[in-house]
């Protein structure tokens, strides 16, 4: 079973900036749809990005043209940069195939706050 782990969390303020990692412990970005899906308090987890096999890539309404979501094959990674971050943005941030694996890691907690 392929182990996903998220990275790159952290506090930042209303407009800035963070860059999410997601490492797969084999190769799968390139046999696997992916997206990065994130939860907030109290709300279901949502789908907010994600990458074909082919490398065509989509976004929730709520985060088009703000996120962007890459993947580098010879890295087995993946990544979602996220701009002009708002506080509603704040959530905790998984990584997983789309559709999702059973599993899920623990994510990494993003807040957006002044």
């Known amino acids: 079973q392929v182990q996903l782990v998220e990275s790159g969390g952290g506090l930042v303020q209303p407009g800035g900036s963070l860059r999410l990692s997601c490492a797969a412990s084999r190769s799968i970005f390139s046999i696997n749809d992916m997206g990065w899906y994130r939860q907030a308090p109290g709300k279901q987890r949502e789908l907010v990005a994600w990458i074909t096999r082919g490398g065509t890539t989509n976004y929730a309404g709520s985060v088009k043209g703000r996120f962007t979501i890459s993947r580098d094959l010879n890295k087995n990674m993946m990544y979602l940069q996220m701009n002009s971050l708002k506080p509603e943005d704040t959530a905790v941030y998984y990584c997983?195939?789309?559709?999702?694996?059973?599993?899920w890691g623990q994510g990494t907690q993003v807040t957006v706050s002044s």
């Open positions: 997983n195939a789309y559709p999702p694996y059973s599993g």
